[in-house]
Nanobody, 124 residues
């Protein structure tokens, strides 16, 4: 099992940027693909981005493609999500998660362990 703690959320104006971090505990962090999801009030949790265990493959939701960059530092047991050109519709709680499989990483069911989330609020 992997324990995950997100940080870096906050209030930002539209057009601004944020870098979210997810620190993982556990010896086998580098074995797992990692993902970022978000959930806005009254909406289902949705996929944002994912990265393979090596960092060699990345995947993005259409809604953030071109504005988001997911990366990882296996030496630091940390995964990052850089979000640029933020929009009010990006407002949500952002969660990182460690995957239990390497396929269909856009699905919530691909992930076993979840962090507690960090709030991102984008003002217009």
């Amino acid at each position: 099992q992997v324990q995950l703690v997100e940080s870096g959320g906050g209030l930002v104006q539209a057009g601004g940027s944020l870098r979210l971090s997810c620190a993982a505990s556990g010896r086998f962090f580098s074995n797992y693909a990692m993902g970022w999801f978000r959930q806005a009030p009254g909406k289902e949790r949705e996929f944002v981005a994912a990265i393979s265990w090596s960092g060699g493959n990345t995947y993005y939701a259409d809604s953030v493609k071109g504005r988001a960059t997911i990366s990882r530092d296996n030496a630091k047991n940390t995964v990052y999500l850089q979000m640029n050109s933020l929009k009010p519709e990006d407002t949500a709680v952002y969660y990182c998660a460690s995957a239990s499989r390497s396929s269909r990483l856009w699905e919530v069911g691909a992930y076993r362990d979840w962090g507690q989330g960090t709030q991102v609020t984008v003002s217009s």
